[in-house]
T-cell receptor, first 113, second 113 residues
Framework: DGGITQSPKYLFRKEGQNVTLSCEQNLNHDAMYWYRQDPGQGLRLIYYSQIVNDFQKGDIAEGYSVSREKKESFPLTVTSAQKNPTAFYLC????????????FGNGTRLTVT | AQSVSQHNHHVILSEAASLELGCNYSYGGTVNLFWYVQYPGQHLQLLLKYFSGDPLVKGIKGFEAEFIKSKFSFNLRKPSVQWSDTAEYFCAVNARNTDKLIFGTGTRLQVFP
């Protein structure tokens, strides 16, 4: 089955540590996205990538970094510079051809203490 | 920069009541508009979308939305809600010439039998 895999489902880290969240898709989609979901704030765009080896900042990119070395993979690193890293992180992808919708992964809940 | 506003944060209805959830966006150019739904414990999934043509679009499960360009609005409606419609609803927009998809803060709908 085609889809988006985010791992792990739950992640715990100590403050001051960088942590990388995995996102893999086998849908052959060109565009991939990272969103952060917080209660009452909806989904806020962190980074997105329209093509391999290219990505753009979203609205809340500070304290995060990404890479897009392969079409199917778009890992997100939450750095120690992110002030409030504890959140639910959603990865998504879509086909750039036509007007296709986003497909979402199951999400990773990151807790930093 | 584009943005999306959802003014209803929490809506409580009885079954068979009619539903209208507001969505306004700010962007001067041509946009694609979406409503996504997140049922408890599930992925975000597409409810309906508007790209062009008839401004009244129909989605799954009896939902519809009307694009009113002059009001920059894309309100979601359903004539008669069911208990199974209990979920969180997100409006989203992207400028036609980009892949940057921005979401609203979401509306939590609770339907009581």
């Amino acid at each position: 089955d085609g889809g988006i895999t985010q791992s792990p489902k739950y992640l715990f880290r100590k403050e001051g540590q960088n942590v990388t969240l995995s996102c893999e898709q086998n849908l052959n989609h060109d565009a991939m996205y990272w969103y952060r979901q917080d209660p009452g704030q909806g989904l806020r765009l962190i980074y997105y990538s329209q093509i391999v080896n290219d990505f753009q900042k979203g609205d809340i990119a500070e304290g995060y970094s990404v890479s897009r070395e392969k079409k199917e993979s778009f890992p997100l690193t939450v750095t120690s510079a992110q002030k409030n890293p504890t959140a639910f992180y959603l990865c998504a992808s879509k086909d750039r051809v036509g007007n296709s919708p986003l497909h979402f992964g199951n999400g990773t809940r990151l807790t930093v203490t | 920069a584009q943005s999306v506003s959802q003014h209803n944060h929490h809506v409580i209805l009885s079954e068979a009541a009619s539903l209208e959830l507001g969505c306004n966006y700010s962007y001067g150019g041509t946009v694609n508009l979406f409503w996504y739904v997140q049922y408890p414990g599930q992925h975000l999934q597409l409810l309906l979308k508007y790209f062009s043509g008839d401004p009244l679009v129909k989605g799954i499960k009896g939902f519809e939305a009307e694009f009113i360009k002059s009001k920059f609005s894309f309100n979601l409606r359903k004539p008669s809600v069911q208990w199974s419609d209990t979920a969180e609803y997100f409006c989203a927009v992207n400028a036609r010439n980009t892949d940057k998809l921005i979401f609203g803060t979401g509306t939590r709908l609770q339907v009581f039998p």
